[in-house]
């Protein structure tokens, strides 16, 4: 739901957010969840019209902005029993995305 | 050797030989779940099996005999298994539980590390990180050069896929194969399948969330090449199963319904087998229990 708004160049209301989520989740789950996530201090709330529209607090431009973490510094062997994006890859295999890559490009 | 002992062992074997397919035939949803299942058990039926000829092996030795004086019928061996295998079995048996204990301390540590992140949260780091942090609320954690690398797009394939993970809450699966694998290195290629289906599945749900399946597997090859091109050390690019091509094809592939009646067979198949070897194994061991110790 975060990624919806955070993709999303204006605030959504909580319909346009569950419209775009596309799942099965019912509209008043969809300003459940958006409640919380305000309070967690997540997302913000504008009162556009009659209805709260709700925006991410994390913008674009304040995820260029990095921030000094030392967590992840040490060797990639670090955090590998989480899941991550992409995990191992051997130098064929690197080819062959590459080669994907390359065909799937516009 | 008795039939006893090798008969649900090798219903075991047929189960997780039988789930190494799985993910071929049943979707990644349902395909997490029946594989996560089918190593737990395979798993238990295997440290039983190990308990039990430890123990068996065990009664030979008088000085172990003596030091269970409630077990009456323990002392004096004849329970199927010779002094040597008991002390074989125990073997192994020291050894799967000393690594379950450090992958425990590794998940343990990792989490601990990363405990404070919730949310959306960016590193400064130049290595092509994204990674779904469990808990309550949970987080995600993104490299910033990876974040500058990637367009819009991408970026919200990359969060959409690391909050599937969260939201469905995969570490679980992925956590109690690893540990089952951990102990005994023959699940491990099972373990390495239940990971590989969370991505896979997580994979669908950022397809079905931006709308583009081509857009998903054109993020993970762009990740995957970009991680390479970062990698310091070529010895980080060490073992892979191709699970990323996996994923890639996967995605690319036309989307289409699996071939139910095969996937549900083949689950009712290994789910049966796994279920009762371990059922099995643990009855055995409980009925060895009873009868040696009066319990």
């Given at each position: 739901m975060l990624g919806i708004l955070w993709r999303a160049d204006r605030p959504l209301s909580p319909a346009q957010v569950t419209e775009r989520l596309g799942s099965d989740l019912a509209y008043t789950t969809v300003t459940t969840i958006l409640t919380r996530l305000r309070r967690k201090g997540l997302v913000t709330r504008d009162r556009i019209g009659r209805a709260f529209h709700y925006r991410a607090t994390m913008s674009e431009a304040d995820l260029a902005a990095t921030r000094m973490h030392t967590v992840l510094e040490a060797s990639s062997d670090r955090v590998a029993t989480m899941n991550r994006f992409v995990g191992e890859l051997s130098p064929r295999e690197v080819r062959a995305l590459r080669a994907i890559l390359d065909g799937l490009d516009p | 050797m008795n039939t006893t002992l090798v008969t649900p062992l090798a219903a075991t074997v047929i189960a997780a030989v039988g789930g190494l397919v799985v993910h071929r035939v049943v979707p990644p949803r349902h395909a997490t779940r029946v594989l996560a299942g089918i190593t737990v058990l395979a798993g238990t039926a295997v440290l039983a099996a190990l308990v039990l000829v430890t123990l068996a092996g065990a009664s030979q030795v008088a000085v172990v005999a003596d030091l269970l004086?409630?077990?009456?019928?323990?002392?004096?061996?004849?329970?199927?298994?010779?002094a040597m295998a008991g002390v074989a079995a125990a073997l192994v048996l020291v050894l799967a539980v000393a690594r379950a204990v450090v992958y425990g301390a590794r998940v343990y540590r990792d989490r601990r590390a990363l405990r404070h992140v919730t949310g959306l949260r960016v590193e400064a780091t130049s290595e092509a990180v994204a990674l779904a942090v469990p808990g309550r609320p949970g987080g995600i954690v993104l490299g910033s050069a990876l974040v500058a690398a990637l367009r819009p797009g991408e970026r919200a394939v990359v969060i959409a896929h690391e909050q599937a993970h969260l939201v469905h809450r995969h570490h679980r699966y992925v956590y109690a194969a690893e540990l089952l694998a951990a102990s005994i290195p023959a699940l491990r290629p099972l373990a390495r399948r239940v990971r590989l289906c969370t991505e896979r599945w997580a994979d669908e749900l950022a397809a079905h969330q931006v709308g583009s399946r081509r857009l998903v597997a054109r993020t993970i090859a762009k990740v995957a090449v970009i991680g390479a091109e970062r990698r310091?050390?070529?010895?980080?690019?060490?073992?892979?199963?191709g699970e990323t091509i996996t994923r890639v094809e996967a995605l690319l592939r036309p989307h289409r319904s699996r071939a139910g009646a095969t996937g549900s067979g083949l689950v009712a198949l290994t789910g049966t087998a796994a279920i009762c070897g371990a059922v099995a194994q643990a009855h055995h061991l409980a009925v060895f229990l009873r009868h040696a110790c009066h319990l």
């Open positions: - | 004086p409630w077990c009456p019928s323990f002392a004096g061996g004849g329970h199927g298994s010779s310091v050390t070529a010895a980080a690019l060490a073992a892979s199963g």
